[in-house]
């Protein structure tokens, strides 16, 4: 089993729909939690960064985590074509790892107009 | 405004041909990472340095190195190419070891013929 489970998509919504994106992982030292967003043949780039658990918003970007279930989420409000790319989502444990991330396999979102 | 440079952009390397991979930051940061990313899935850690202190993972291929001559400038070395290491080439910094976010280069997409 993965330290970090993402389910790969496409995840195809509508322009203005909230896409909805989820990791589950099995590391419960794990306190760092960070969303990065990949477009094809790009570097990733971070998205959001939340410690522990509970929700942070910025912009159109919500992210949460809910540590007690294992489980984080990001929702993207208002989608539009250019959200279009891959989500990773990334965790550490910088106590026992320092600043080492496990990254999810990443979900392939399409936003259509 | 690039903060994270690596060149080339595409390499294409004969099986068994070495190759270095190149990465450059004006960030000033002091950890530099390598990771490799192949198609659809999560970047891998190989190695990253610590200032001039480096950190080899254990199941990185002795196939590979690194060097880091100054602060600014890390490379990726491939002794002996195979068909197997073809794969997006990441590199990222961070200011410090611990909870610190990392910032990812656009990558170099290595192809192995």
């Known amino acids: 089993q993965k330290e970090v489970e993402q389910d790969p998509g496409p995840l195809s919504v509508p322009e203005g729909a909230i896409v909805s994106l989820n990791c589950t992982y099995s590391?419960?030292?794990?306190?760092?939690f960070m969303w990065y967003r990949q477009y094809s043949r790009k570097g990733p780039e971070l998205l959001m960064y939340?410690?522990?658990?509970g929700n942070k918003e910025d912009g159109r970007f919500t992210a949460q985590v809910d540590k007690s279930s294992k489980y984080i989420s990001l929702f993207i409000r208002d989608s539009q074509p250019s959200d279009s790319a891959t989500y990773l989502c990334?965790?550490?444990?910088?106590?026992?790892?320092?600043?080492?991330?496990?990254f999810g396999g990443g979900t392939r979102v399409l936003v259509k107009p | 405004d690039a903060m994270v440079i690596q060149n080339p952009r595409y390499q294409v390397t004969q099986f068994g041909k070495p190759v270095t991979l190149s990465c450059s930051q004006t960030?000033?940061?002091?950890?530099m990472y390598w990771y490799q990313q192949k198609s659809s899935q999560a970047p891998k850690l190989l190695f990253h340095?610590?200032?001039?202190?480096?950190?080899n993972e254990a199941d990185t291929p002795d196939n590979f190195q690194s060097r880091r001559p100054n602060t600014s400038f890390c490379f990726l070395d491939i002794r002996s190419p195979g068909l197997g290491d073809a794969a997006m080439y990441l590199c990222?910094?961070?200011?410090?070891?611990?909870?610190?976010?990392?910032?990812f280069g656009p990558g170099t997409r290595l192809l192995v013929l």
């Open positions: 960030l000033n940061h002091n950890v």
């Open positions: 340095y610590y200032d001039k202190d480096f950190n």
């Open positions: 990222a910094t961070s200011r410090a070891r611990d909870q610190e976010t990392q910032y």
């Open positions: 990334a965790m550490n444990d910088w106590k026992a790892a320092g600043n080492k991330l496990t």
């Open positions: 590391n419960s030292a794990f306190q760092y």
């Open positions: 939340t410690y522990s658990s």
